[in-house]
């Protein structure tokens, strides 16, 4: 029963890249409902029956929240065409079907043998389809990240029209540009990897590690437009001309 609990949580939920990079977006699934989940797995859970089912029910649920949640982020998508919309809904929708089955077949059974049967089932599925559950969620991933990169040119647009201010003012904005130049590289490394990884609707190992890669470098990104807002913030005291876009700036910032 545990080792069922933990590969529906791991592979449908913590097995996949890190849904909580990016900000223009919730996580796939919040990390107080995953620390929640896996503390599930308690010994006194184990030792009954009606245990037993309540935990299996609890990751059966867990693992549906984030199928929803991937469905809706792929559904939501401007950039993936309808075809590969359909190709990573059928993905899911069949998943969810087999998980509230499962759940279902979890809720009814009255025995012992009637459970491990329904475990053996989940876990069958899980083994036969677990490249096309974790492409969908690489998938959902990356369309997360689509609001970064909008975002993010938004704000070095922004950046660099307070830089020009900067200057009329008479401040040396080396440092600053300096700045604003490495975000534009790691902006365009990010749309990179985004345009090779969208291009289809599958997701190969290759391509796995570019999901983990991307998300990295939208971590890297927020730390940019934070080094940048900082910067600004101490140039701009000086110069009324600047003043006027580090609202905006810092608004763009938190998206």
């Known amino acids: 029963m545990k080792k069922l609990a933990i590969t529906l949580i791991l592979t449908l939920i913590l097995g996949t890249p890190a ?13 107080a409902t995953k620390e929640s989940a896996k503390n599930l797995i308690e010994p006194v859970q184990q030792n009954t029956f009606e245990g037993r089912k ?4 609890t990751a059966s649920n ?4 984030a199928m929803r949640n991937i469905e809706s982020r792929i559904n939501d998508s401007k950039n993936l065409t309808n ?3 359909k190709e990573l809904s059928t993905i899911t929708n069949n998943t969810e079907e087999q998980l509230n089955n499962y759940k279902n077949d979890v809720s009814n059974a009255k025995t012992s043998e009637e459970l491990t049967k329904a475990n053996q089932e989940m876990v069958q599925y899980i083994k036969d389809h677990k490249e096309e559950i974790r492409a969908a ?21 922004t950046a660099n029209d307070i830089s020009d201010a900067l200057k009329v003012c008479g401040s040396d904005t080396t440092t600053l540009d300096n700045y604003i130049t490495a975000a534009e ?3 365009e490394e990010l749309e990179n990897l985004y345009n090779e990884i969208m291009q289809d609707e599958k997701v190969d190992q290759s391509e796995s ?11 890297k990104l927020s730390t940019d437009l934070a080094t940048i807002t900082s910067e600004i913030a101490l140039a701009s005291e000086t110069c009324p001309q600047a003043q006027k876009y580090v609202e905006t700036l810092k608004r763009l910032e938190n998206l």
Not at 19 to 31: C, G, V
């Open 83 to 85: 075809d590969q919309k």
């Open 19 to 31: 849904f909580a990079i990016t900000k223009p977006q919730e996580p796939i699934i919040s990390d």
């Open 137 to 157: 969620a690489a998938k959902a991933t990356m369309i997360g990240i689509e609001g970064t990169m909008q975002a993010t040119q938004d704000y070095i647009e």
């Open 185 to 187: 590289d790691d902006l």
């Open 209 to 219: 590690t570019k999901v983990r890669e991307a998300s990295r470098q939208a971590a």
């Open 54 to 57: 309540a935990l299996l029910i």
């Open 62 to 65: 867990t693992a549906l929240i």
